[in-house]
């Protein structure tokens, strides 16, 4: 079964860019979340989508962060305008329904200068 | 903010001991899992148990769950090398299934 498929592994930007990650789900699987993890500390819950209608986005910045998923398979997580401390590791994972087990991508590391 | 809490944050052991760390949490969940992740790649899923069952393993892993402290524990037997990576637990909330993720134990394996 292939896995959750995320693009591109690493980016570099310059403070007040914009920059935009692909989330590619496991096939069937309804519940999508995108995570930050800054260096040493847990995945932090950005967003979650359930189909194509949003769980939860509460820790989401919304004046800056974006996200979308449409038809319910593919996501794409946006950065508009990037800051320093946005600087960490985005992790999308999927799972068959809410509360079951998740899989992860392999993460997109991003570097604000 | 962070639903649960590793306890202790770093764990250093020799080879072929057991390894234990705890996870606290403060609201109810619907199930606690527990997930690794190695240096530098994406979270592994170890397992799951749920709210009304105590105690669960899966090989060397043994997961207790206790929801009247709210508390969990990850007990590792007879430690590998490939065990040393960062362990964290998540939970599923009742009500709305938000999976949350606490701040995470760095065990390293000492050969």
């Known amino acids: 079964e292939a896995g959750v498929a995320q693009s591109p592994r690493y980016k570099i930007i310059e403070k007040r860019q914009s920059v935009a990650f692909w989330c590619n789900p496991i096939s069937g699987h309804a519940t999508l979340y995108w995570y930050q993890q800054i260096l040493g500390q847990g995945p932090k819950l950005l967003i979650q989508f359930q189909n194509n209608g949003v769980v939860d986005d509460s820790q989401l910045p919304k004046d800056r962060f974006s996200a979308e998923r449409l038809k319910g398979v593919d996501s794409t997580l946006k950065i508009q305008p990037a800051k320093l401390e946005d ?8 799972s068959f329904n809410e509360g079951n087990r998740a899989f992860f991508g ?4 991003l570097t604000v200068v | 903010s962070q639903q649960g809490e590793e306890d202790p944050q770093a764990l250093s052991i020799q080879e072929g001991e057991n390894a234990t760390m705890n996870c606290s949490y403060k609201t109810s969940i619907n199930n606690l899992q527990w997930y690794r992740q190695n240096s530098g790649r994406g979270l592994v899923h170890l397992i ?9 393993h899966s090989g060397r892993l043994r997961v207790t769950l206790d929801t009247s402290k709210k508390s969990s524990s990850l007990l590792i037997t007879a430690s590998r090398a490939a065990d040393t ?3 964290f637990c998540a939970t599923a909330r009742v009500g709305n299934e938000k999976l949350t993720f606490g701040t995470g134990t760095r065990l390293t394996i000492i050969p």
């Open chain 1, 87 to 94: 600087s960490a590791v985005y992790l999308c994972a999927s």
């Open chain 2, 48 to 56: 799951l148990i749920r709210s009304n069952e105590r105690e669960k």
């Open chain 2, 85 to 87: 990576a960062s362990y």
């Open chain 1, 106 to 109: 392999q993460g997109t590391r």
